[in-house]
Nanobody, 115 residues
Framework: QVQLVESGGGLVQPGGSLGLSCAAS????????MDWYRQPPGKERELVAT???????NYAESVKGRFTISRDNAKNTLYLQMNSLKPEDTAVYYC?????????WGQGTQVTVSS
């Protein structure tokens, strides 16, 4: 049974930082490309960042220079470090695992950026 469990969300002030984690089980984590998505209130889900099985990274323009995606294959865990947070970063953040047509999602974690 595949499980992706996000954690680390919460309320943070503008300009602050927050780190998200996604613990994976039931897959050979090192073989999967991993993504962070987010869904702001009333909007569609959007891709935030990607890290391939070979640890190449890519970011949405809106988060470049502020967010960092990383992975620890020994711990089967994906990370997203978010700095200089803005109110428009408020969303439910989801991690995703994909490989050769297989795709899995976590349940999401809420991030709220507000003073």
């Amino acid at each position: 049974q595949v499980q992706l469990v996000e954690s680390g969300g919460g309320l943070v002030q503008p300009g602050g930082s927050l780190g998200l984690s996604c613990a994976a089980s039931g897959i050979i984590f090192s073989l999967y490309h991993m993504d962070w998505y987010r869904q702001p209130p009333g909007k569609e889900r959007e891709l935030v960042a990607t890290i391939t099985s070979g640890s190449r990274t890519n970011y949405a323009e809106s988060v470049k220079g502020r967010f960092t995606i990383s992975r620890d294959n020994a711990k089967n865990t994906l990370y997203l470090q978010m700095n200089s947070l803005k109110p428009e970063d408020t969303a439910v953040y989801y991690c995703s695992a994909r490989n050769l047509g297989n795709g899995y999602w976590g349940q999401g974690t809420q991030v709220t950026v507000s003073s």
